[in-house]
């Protein structure tokens, strides 16, 4: 999820995709508002939407990011 690209975002169509999936199978998530607000507030660095030189994280961590977005989606 740290290594998403602005390519892979579509805001006009509300979507994300995801050109490489653990089954080998391109795949497009839709962008619920919340997502799309904070995107749109996002600064263009570079061509990732994330733009962090180095980083380290736990797996712990990385799930509770995939909760929060998770949690934020059911609204």
Known sequence: ML???WEDIE???KTWKFP???SDKPRTV???DKALEILQDLF???EYVFPIKSVTISSNSICSID???SDFSAR
């Open 3 to 5: 290594d998403v690209r």
């Open 11 to 13: 805001l006009e169509r």
């Open 20 to 22: 490489v999936t653990k």
């Open 30 to 32: 839709p962008l619920y």
């Open 44 to 46: 263009r660095v570079n």
């Open 67 to 69: 909760s929060l977005i």
